[in-house]
């Protein structure tokens, strides 16, 4: 059972960046697809990105390709996810969670406590 714990959120103005992290709990963190996810107040969870475990495949929804960038530190059992141009309609609670596989995004195992970034001047 992997365990992460998410941190890095905080606010921030529309166009600005941020950089959030998910640190890993186990020794088979390397050999693990990973994502991020995100709620909304009143919506459901949804996808973000995904990357496969050695890092060289990535995949991302539609609204945030080109303004994120989701990578990982295997040695720190870590994944991050680089977020720029942010808009207000990327406020939500980030979660991050192993997934199916980079291209099957469907979270497995249980989910940390999230962090929340919140996008507004």
């Known amino acids: 059972q992997v365990q992460v714990a998410e941190s890095g959120g905080g606010l921030v103005q529309p166009g600005g960046s941020l950089r959030i992290s998910c640190v890993a709990s186990?020794?088979?963190?390397?050999?693990?697809?990973m994502g991020w996810f995100r709620q909304a107040p009143d919506k459901t969870r949804e996808f973000v990105a995904s990357?496969?475990?050695?890092?060289?495949?990535?995949n991302y929804k539609n609204n945030v390709k080109g303004r994120s960038t989701i990578s990982r530190d295997n040695a720190k059992n870590t994944v991050y996810l680089q977020m720029d141009s942010l808009k207000p309609e990327d406020t939500a609670v980030y979660y991050c969670?192993?997934?199916?596989?980079?291209?099957?995004?469907?979270?497995?195992?249980?989910w940390g406590q999230g962090t929340q970034v919140t996008v507004s001047s």
């Open positions: 186990g020794r088979t963190f390397s050999t693990l697809p």
């Open positions: 969670a192993k997934v199916v596989s980079t291209w099957r995004p469907s979270a497995l195992g249980s």
């Open positions: 990357i496969s475990p050695s890092g060289n495949e990535t």
